[in-house]
């Protein structure tokens, strides 16, 4: 099957940038609390005087993607970037925000290259990372699809989730430094197994080759 879009998924014009940020890794790291840290609910120091321009430097780009980012990372994941893009040292998190922001950045470029191996369509013609997301992807579609072709898609979009969620989720997890699953990417190849429009058994049978590509990487940093 191939993609019905005539141009390039839209995609971070930062990209390039954001790469050579996260290729650097602190000789300090990982930034994460301590036993009596999190016991106490202690502030601390989230960076170092090595690494704290350079990641204060990611989440200032890494805060420009993911629109609509309540559905998207998530309001928690939201907050702890955009705080550290004002670039405030102390933080509660217990995660390193490096290596959370690189964590969903690889995972936005699995699924991207996921799409593009099985040859569906992007979906609203965007990359993953910058994705409208899947309120406003449903509405358009709303908008401009009949009634019948609606319901369909809505039909193949849940039945690829579900199937996407069992009997885990899919793709590689987060270690514990990495912070949260990015809902996002489950998301957005539901919507784009969805947008081949196949046959139910033939939507069953795409989504379990999916799954299959996507859980051969156990690890992304």
Known sequence: MASTSLCSPRSLPEAAALEDLMATKCPNGPHI???????KQNLF??????????????AQIFSK????????????????????????RLGGCNLDIAN????????????????????????????????????????????????????????????????????????PQPDSTQGYYFGRFIEYLSAAVAEARLPIDETEKLVKEVKAYVNSFTHLS
């Not at 090595?50 to 430097?57: I, K, P, S, T």
């Open 33 to 39: 609390p301590t036993e009596e840290d999190l016991e």
């Open 45 to 58: 120091e989230v960076t170092c005087s090595e690494c704290h321009e350079r990641v204060v430097q990611m």
């Open 65 to 88: 993607t993911c629109p609509n980012s309540d559905s998207g990372y998530g309001p928690l994941t939201y907050g702890i970037v955009r705080d550290m893009a004002a670039g405030n």
């Open 100 to 171: 959370m922001m690189t964590y969903q950045w690889r995972m936005g470029q699995l699924a991207d290259r996921a799409v593009k191996k099985f040859g569906l369509p992007a979906p609203s013609n965007e990359n993953c990372i910058m994705w409208e997301g899947l309120g406003l992807w449903l509405y358009r579609h709303r908008m401009s699809d009949s009634e019948s072709k609606q319901n369909e898609l809505g039909s193949l979009q849940q039945l690829a989730n579900q199937n996407f969620l069992q009997p885990h989720v899919s793709g």
